[in-house]
């Protein structure tokens, strides 16, 4: 009888594991199947912006690029403005990063302190800006007002602030950080400054670069306040300056006719790939440094309270 009970409970066990084997390779499938999903677009704008723009059009890119050709990096690095664009855009993006760290990490950690007078109140007002706002039009005569508009700061300050990313250091505060490390500090003469940069800031490296990582790409990416607070050239980031180069290519080639018509055509089509490679590359290359920190630092920040 217990023979056939061990043999019973080993037939068992290894009718379990021949399932998470089946489970474990059938995860392993659609996992390569999403990363390929996932990354295949990349790699088709990187095959296509190194191929003749005619066979991209007649579907014969795949899997290399067909026509090799460097005309649409040479054609777009011929405009100067776009050193300026790169110049602008890393320091709005540099610029605006620290300030938003400083800006929302600041204003998460006093909301999640549960000694902060009308805590509850304040976090309701951010909230509240999540879903509701002036507008446009009182939002750009306000800056006006401030004398901010045409000038370096108003596409770093104005727009600083991310209730978004506030809810989330907060909720890492008030699940990572414990109580008792304000406690000893208060018994060891601590005050809420020296704590906040000497004890906080450096147990929250996770949050801190995953929030760095999504206003360094959101800066980077920025081309709308720039289109509607700017007026000076020398002042555009480079994504206006990119889509610039777009627009303009795009009408020369329906304006024109003939030879000079197609050779627009194809020098727009050519750019187009150029653009995305150029605008997105340097920010990518950002992502390898922050990468240990991002999936701790969303899990642990998306913990609802």
């Known amino acids: ?117 009308g805590r509850k109140a304040i976090s309701l007002f951010f909230i509240f800006t999540m879903f509701f706002s002036g507008g446009l039009i009182p939002t750009f005569l306000t800056i006006r007002d401030f004398h901010m508009y045409n000038t370096f700061l108003v596409m770093v300050l104005p727009f600083s602030v991310v209730v978004y990313d506030i809810i989330v250091a907060r909720t890492f505060f008030q699940t990572s950080i414990p109580g008792d490390l304000w406690e000893a500090a208060q018994i060891d003469g601590c005050g809420n400054l020296r704590y906040y940069v000497l004890v906080v800031l450096p147990l929250s490296k996770a949050v801190i670069s995953v929030l760095a990582l999504w206003i360094a790409v959101g800066y980077w990416n920025s081309y709308f306040n720039a289109l509607i607070y700017l007026k000076n050239p020398n ?64 899990m642990i920040g998306a913990v609802k309270e």
Request: hydrophobic fraction near 50%; proline fraction near 3%; aromatic fraction near 10%.
């Open 1 to 117: 009888m217990e023979a056939i009970q061990a043999a019973s409970t080993t037939t068992g066990r290894a009718g379990g594991r021949s399932s998470d084997r089946v489970l474990e390779v059938l995860l392993y499938i659609v996992a390569v199947l999403l990363l390929i999903v996932l990354i295949y677009p990349l790699y088709f704008i990187v095959i296509a912006s190194f191929s003749d723009p005619s066979a991209v059009g007649n579907g014969q890119v795949w899997l290399f690029p067909r026509g090799f050709t460097l005309d649409g990096y040479k054609e777009l690095l011929k405009h100067e403005n776009i050193w300026i664009g790169y110049r602008n855009t890393i320091l709005y993006t540099v610029v605006g990063t620290a300030i938003g760290l400083i800006v929302n990490v600041s204003a998460a950690y006093a909301l999640s302190r549960k000694d902060l007078v």
């Open 235 to 298: 002042l555009y980031p480079l994504q206006l300056i990119l889509r610039n180069i777009l627009i303009t290519n795009q009408m020369q080639s329906s304006l024109g006719s003939g030879e000079a018509a197609n050779i627009a055509l194809r020098l727009a089509n050519m750019m187009r790939y150029s653009v995305i490679i150029v605008s997105t590359l340097p920010i990518m290359c950002l992502y390898p440094f922050v990468q240990k920190y991002f999936n701790q630092g969303v």
